[in-house]
């Protein structure tokens, strides 16, 4: 790799930490990145997860700084995110992505259209307390979520927040500040695996860290600071793109 592979990626992953700290779907960017420059598909998904886990971290922590998680709930969906992500990365082993990638590409268009159409959708917040019903749904989707992440990854971001959106009435803000602290989670567990398993090129991912880092912390504060004026429509457009990419991949494998 040459310094304009370096000065690649260092953009790349800056814009790609940026959005995904705004609204999810980040490694619709970092990952083909990585892959450009040469590095093989195994290892690209390795080191794409060790430089977005840090940014997720960065993010994690200022959303959490300006008290944008609701922790009275969060602490319950952790450990289900946990145990969904350890049992999806071992599930991936085994079973093809392919049999989930149809029925995804359906949910994350659904997703979509859904926010386009209903106009007030997380725009305030309507949050009115916990109840052993919605915490119970909570660590349902926490658990499915985590596990998806583990096994094939793209749009949890977005869907977690829309998840906070829908179940508990959290506005875009909240809802992305907890969708973060749970992807980070699901990242960090999937990464020690990765790690573990020797797949991860870190000549490649440090670097790229850091410029991911620094771009976490500018989406984070744009977040924060403009709501959902801001995230809704980079939610949207996230959902349409990793529906395009999907609906690509499967026409692609069916020629």
């Given at each position: 790799?040459g310094?304009?592979?370096?000065?690649?990626?260092?953009?790349?992953?800056?814009?790609?930490?940026?959005?995904?700290?705004?609204?999810?779907?980040?490694?619709l960017?970092?990952?083909?990145?990585?892959?450009?420059?040469?590095?093989?598909?195994?290892?690209?998904?390795?080191?794409?997860?060790?430089?977005?886990?840090?940014?997720?971290?960065?993010?994690?922590?200022?959303?959490?700084?300006?008290?944008?998680?609701?922790?009275?709930?969060?602490?319950?969906?952790?450990?289900?995110?946990?145990?969904?992500?350890?049992?999806?990365?071992?599930?991936a082993?085994?079973?093809?992505?392919?049999?989930?990638?149809?029925?995804?590409?359906?949910?994350?268009?659904?997703v979509?259209?859904?926010?386009?159409?209903?106009?007030?959708?997380?725009?305030?917040?309507?949050?009115?307390?916990?109840?052993?019903?919605?915490?119970?749904?909570?660590?349902?989707?926490?658990?499915?979520?985590?596990?998806?992440?583990?096994?094939?990854?793209?749009?949890?971001?977005?869907?977690?927040?829309?998840?906070?959106?829908?179940?508990?009435?959290?506005?875009?803000?909240?809802?992305?500040?907890?969708?973060?602290?749970?992807?980070?989670?699901?990242?960090?567990?999937?990464?020690v695996?990765?790690?573990?398993?020797?797949?991860?090129?870190?000549?490649v991912?440090?670097?790229?860290?850091?410029?991911?880092?620094?771009?976490?912390?500018?989406?984070?504060?744009i977040?924060?600071?403009?709501?959902?004026?801001?995230?809704k429509?980079?939610?949207v457009?996230?959902?349409l793109?990793?529906?395009?990419?999907?609906?690509?991949?499967?026409?692609?494998?069916?020629?």
């Amino acid at each position: 790799m040459g310094i304009l592979d370096y000065l690649f990626l260092s953009l790349a992953g800056f814009i790609a930490a940026a959005v995904d700290s705004i609204a999810g779907g980040g490694g619709l960017i970092s990952l083909p990145a990585i892959m450009a420059v040469g590095v093989p598909p195994h290892l690209a998904l390795g080191t794409n997860k060790f430089a977005s886990t840090c940014a997720s971290f960065t993010s994690t922590l200022t959303f959490a700084k300006s008290k944008k998680i609701y922790i009275p709930l969060i602490k319950y969906l952790i450990p289900c995110t946990l145990v969904g992500a350890s049992i999806g990365v071992y599930t991936a082993l085994k079973i093809n992505p392919a049999v989930l990638q149809v029925m995804i590409l359906v949910l994350i268009f659904a997703v979509a259209i859904y926010t386009i159409i209903n106009k007030n959708f997380g725009s305030v917040d309507k949050f009115k307390g916990l109840t052993q019903l919605n915490i119970f749904y909570g660590c349902m989707f926490a658990f499915a979520l985590g596990f998806y992440d583990g096994f094939f990854g793209p749009g949890t971001g977005s869907f977690l927040i829309f998840l906070f959106i829908s179940v508990f009435g959290f506005d875009f803000t909240i809802s992305a500040g907890n969708a973060k602290i749970l992807n980070f989670v699901s990242n960090i567990t999937a990464l020690v695996l990765f790690a573990l398993s020797g797949n991860i090129r870190y000549i490649v991912g440090i670097p790229m860290a850091l410029f991911m880092i620094l771009g976490a912390r500018v989406g984070t504060k744009i977040a924060i600071k403009n709501g959902a004026k801001v995230i809704k429509p980079i939610f949207v457009t996230i959902a349409l793109v990793l529906t395009a990419k999907l609906l690509y991949q499967s026409v692609m494998k069916l020629l």
